[in-house]
């Protein structure tokens, strides 16, 4: 096994501090990029989806729970398997307390093809209380390209696949929009809070986010500042 090179204390503070200067770099970048994605324009959903889940069928604004944002995970689920991914599993395993994504106004939710009735008994065997519903039998999946089809050999017909994907979406009242959508590696990385947020259209809703203006957009207070623990948010 090829290991680190053995130093002395104040050989590993040197090389800390240039490989500082360059995570401050990188932390910058991101922030730019992050920028960059929240002045992406966004489009309307006019397609009226249907999903099933705990409290029986709920349309695509439904699933945001009156909140003005939503980020869905596209959790890979095939109405023909009996299980959900092992990948997207250990996704969900590492997403931390949703109580912080709510008081930013944002909703997360998982979304699959297989039937309600087959996302039920793997959700309690996973232990996960994140909300998550079936898109069985509509076009959810393969409109947001996480449900593909391959080329067909021979003339035969292509076969279904699937991908894990995120997906962010934005209301204004009882519009929705579609803001931004990644699949498979883009995935590396998140599962905080602030992972989630810096998906969406608003970011952590933080005053010194670009571009400005979007800190107060859904009404509340922004900001480190609001941050409580999980038990103490009203909401």
């Known amino acids: 096994m090829a290991l680190p090179e053995i130093a002395s204390r104040e050989e590993w503070r040197a090389a800390r501090a240039e490989l500082l200067v360059r995570e401050k770099a990188a932390t910058r970048a991101r922030d730019a990029l992050n920028a960059e994605r929240r002045r992406l324009p966004m489009v309307e959903i006019e397609e009226e989806y249907v999903f099933e889940g ?3 069928k709920a349309t695509l604004l ?51 093809r297989a039937p309600y009735t087959k996302i039920l008994p793997f959700k309690a065997r996973m232990g996960w209380t994140v909300p998550w519903y079936s898109s069985y039998g509509g076009g959810f999946n393969h409109d947001f390209e996480v449900t593909l089809e391959t080329d067909g050999a021979d003339g035969a017909d292509g076969e279904q ?3 894990p994907g995120i997906s ?7 519009r929705v929009f579609h803001t931004y959508s990644t699949y498979e590696r883009g995935r590396d990385g998140l599962g905080s809070t602030t992972s989630f947020l810096d998906l969406t259209a608003l970011g952590r809703q933080e005053p010194w986010e670009e571009p400005k203006g979007r800190a107060s957009a859904l009404g509340a207070p922004a900001g480190s500042v609001r941050i409580r623990y999980h038990d103490e948010y009203d909401f």
């Open 54 to 56: 705990g409290d029986g």
């Open 168 to 174: 962010c979406f934005l209301r204004d009242g009882d």
């Open 62 to 112: 439904d699933l945001f729970e009156e909140r003005g944002q939503l980020v869905v995970y596209h959790f890979m689920f095939a109405p023909e398997w009996d299980a959900g991914c092992r990948s997207c599993s250990a996704f969900l395993d590492q997403v931390g307390h949703l109580a912080h994504l709510k008081a930013r106004g944002t909703t997360f939710a998982a979304v699959s």
């Open 161 to 163: 696949v699937e991908r």
